[in-house]
Structure formats: structure tokens, C-alpha cells
């Protein structure tokens, strides 16, 4: 037996194995002995003393001297502001130069640390960077949609052990993000309602899926959720872009973030990870149908044959009993 749920944000169906579910311990990863990691690294260039092995810095806090968190442009980006934006049309295919910005934020001096394990001020200093970056980024001309993430872990598809995220903003809209403005759009037209507040209302009345409640934001499990223990982050505020976030929801949000990434590190031995944060493109960031949002997608499972063939997810894993399990566990 197994049931299939409607993801309302997505608009997909997803296959919950309810019966053979796993039971939520079953997701503790048997990791091999792990050396601990050094508090620096001399050749890590994200490491205190090395500034000048990363490129072109866009932001430092913490002054001069000993910084606090520093942007700097990815070394290997994606795409970058020197490219040209033109499309071009060659008889049946488009392309057009690979503009855009690809920024590391370097989170923390300490080689060895994570945010589980910072200081809410430290967690709180690295989104004021996000939001920094994120608003500089949006005025660029041409840039339409910005997405900012972190990988933790070589699961998660990191490169570098020292702790960082990435920004990365596009000339185009993200599939996944327009296929989420689609479904907004859709929703809003029917019941003139934003789906993300309808929601979050729903979730915090029937409780069963939250994990975490914060002045100004909700963490929750989805109740079609694509993979084992996804967990949303909803702000309770209507508002449709994260460069919209103030400061009281910065120090809110790092507290809700920090928290939820110990119960993971806690419940789960520190398992990898990928969060990004998704916001409305550029041009829309007053409109009343969309909702930004972190998602945070521990690398549990590998998407194999039918998710890879179809576009169509099977979760082992039961987002009620998820949320249950993270609720209980204890930061010590
Ligand atoms: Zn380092
Ligand atoms: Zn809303």
C-alpha cells in the first residue's frame, strides 16, 4: 500500500510509501570514522591569512581586519557579469552568452565550523550577507531571478570542507522557480489567496508537520514532500522576495535556521545537505502570489531509475513521523 500526495507549491504528485515507510532512525547514515577537521587549513584559501587566493571581494563584515563573513566571486563560476547577455538564434536553437553572478559567501574564519554549531549572532551575520549580496545582485541590469544555496557535504556536491554558500543569479527564470510561480499564479486566480500563507495557516492549524515555530517564521515538514526529511521555511509575513527581510526577521530566521540544523546534526550524525532560498524574479518582489521561502533537503536518498525517468519522486519516508522525530531531539 502506498498513497499519492498533491504538492500544492510544486504542482506534482509524489508517491509516499506509507506502509513501507522507514522508520525515522532508519535514516541515521552508518558513516565511516571521520578525522576531525582542522580549525585551519593552511591551503584552504577560505581560511584567514589567504585572502588573496580568492578573486574579487564583494563584501566583508567585520572591517579590515579580522572579518566576520566575507562574498567574494566564485573562482570557477557558472556564469559572470563580463559575459555578454545577447541571445542568439542558430537555425533551431537558442543560446546566449553565460551572464550572470556566481559569489561565494565565505560564512565563518574557522575552517572546522558549521552553522549547527555557531553562535546565533555568527548564523545571523552570514544572512545579513545573503541579504546584502542579494539586494547589490538585483539592481545589475539583466539579472532576473537570484537563487542562494549552500552544500554541505559531499552528497550535498561540495568542493571545499570550509564552511560557505554560493549566490547565484540569471539573465533567465530557474525552471523550478517558474514552474512555482505558475502553480502561485494559478492558485491566486482561483481563490485570491497567496498558496504559501493558505499553507502555512493549514500546517500550524493541523501541527502535525511542524518542527519549529519562531516568532516570525515556521519550519515544517511538507505534507508532499519530494525526498526523507525535507523541511520548509516559511516566513509568517506575506512577502514575496527574501531581499524584503528585516532586520528583527534576521535574528529570527537565524535562530529558526541554527535550530533546525542542530536537530539535523543532532538526530540525523550530521548528515548532508543542500538549503537554497527561493524569492520571486527581480522584477516581482511586490506581488501578493508568491511567498519566499528556505528549503533545506538532507541527502538521505539517491533519486534513482523512476525518479530519474519520470520527474516523479517516491518518498520512503513519512513526513508526520519525520517531523515527530526532529521535534524530540535535544541540542546537547
Ligand atoms: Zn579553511
Ligand atoms: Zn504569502
Known sequence: MSELRYNLISGEWIIVATERAKRPKDFVKAKKEQVPLPEYKENCPFCPGNENQTPVETFRLGGSGAWKVRSVYNKFGAVSNEEKKERRINGLYNSMGGFGVHEV????????????????????NILKVYRERYLAVSEIEGI????????????????????HSQLIATPVVPPQVRGRLEQAVSFFDLNGRCVFCTMLESELKEKARIVLETDNFVAFMPYASFTPFTIWIFPRRHSASFGGINDREISDLAENLKTILGKLYYGLDNPDFNYSIRSTPVGERGTSYFHWYLSIIPRLSQPAGFELGSGMFINTALPEQTAEFLRQVQLT
Do not use: W, Y
Open 144 to 163: 532576473e531571478s537570484i537563487v542562494i544555496f549552500k552544500n554541505h557535504g559531499p552528497a550535498a556536491g561540495t568542493s571545499l570542507e570550509h564552511p
Open 105 to 124: 559567501i565565505i560564512e565563518h574564519p574557522r575552517h572546522n565550523n558549521c552553522i549547527a554549531l555557531m553562535s546565533n549572532e555568527e548564523v545571523e
